[in-house]
């Protein structure tokens, strides 16, 4: 039998916290949203956002200034949930338009400080390699935002970035602006600066867990869920979730869970992402955006 509590994802297509938390605040108030197949813009779906239909929400985002004044709300209505909270501190070559380092973990801790650091999974990924950001950065980086965030996470996620062929395309075209180059790094490679990171994450008081990769538990980084069934199980111990494993690709641990959010809607431009087609399709869509409309985006 199907459950009648669905996981809402809001979003792994967009930072909907950051761009679109007023439309999301008054879907609460309706009840309800309309999302559009990612596949067949015309084919959309209603998805009930009311209570007593939503087990939790998982929220993913790299601001939460928008929706801080909105939590003591949410938990008002009996809603359960939990955040992912990316902050890389990367140079704004490859990530043009994300908020500030400093506004960044401000942001973190202030949103801690209110649900708690089991809420808040702190997410260092994609890691991307390059003669810009060698493993020697990424140990001093993330060491110095572990220093920053402890206390305020339990848990930090990575995974490394893949190299799909819209985003060889997107470093080829930093490269010959920069004089950078990108690699992948082998499997060894990867492993051997996961544990480093997951030992600098120890001594902070955090776990490392991976996302979506696989190989790396000899290092000492066992795979994560970022859809995760032993959380959600604890934020909403009155259910009995027996949610089905739903990964999105190899090395995936997620659980099923419905996306309200949108592509090509996140004017971040991280060179690395791969939810956006160009610039110019998300400035035009978020120039469609209606926040008191059903659909986000559409």
Known sequence: ????????????????????????????????????????????RRVSLAPRDVAAFVFWTRCARPMLPSVDQLREAGFAFYVHY?????????????????????????????????RVIWRYDPIVLSTATPAA?????FASLARELRGAVDVAYISFCDFYAKT?????????????????GTREEQAALAGRL???????????????????????????SCVDPALLARLRPDLDLRLRSAPSRSGCG??????????????????????????????????????TAPIMIG
């Open 137 to 141: 950065y990424h140990e001093r980086e």
């Open 254 to 291: 997620c659980v099923d869970s419905v996306d309200v959010g949108a592509y090509d809607s996140c004017s971040y431009g991280c060179v690395y992402c791969d939810a956006n087609r160009s610039p110019g399709v998300v400035r035009r869509r978020q120039a469609s955006h209606d926040s």
């Open 168 to 184: 060889r395309r997107a470093f080829a075209r930093v490269a010959k602006e920069t004089g950078w180059t990108f690699e992948a």
């Open 86 to 118: 990316t902050i890389t501190g990367y140079p704004r070559e490859l990530e043009p338009g994300v908020p500030s380092r400093e506004e960044s973990v401000n942001g973190l801790l202030s949103l801690s400080e209110k649900v708690g650091p089991h």
């Open 1 to 44: 039998m199907e459950l009648r509590e669905k996981v809402i994802s809001a979003s792994r297509r967009t930072d909907l916290p950051g761009f679109y938390w007023r439309w999301f605040m008054n879907r609460l108030d309706a009840g309800f949203c309309d999302v559009a197949s990612p596949f067949d813009a015309g084919r959309v």
């Open 198 to 224: 997951a030992d600098l994450a120890r001594a902070e008081g955090m776990e490392v867990r991976a996302c979506a990769e696989t190989g790396l538990d000899a290092a000492g980084v066992r795979p994560g």
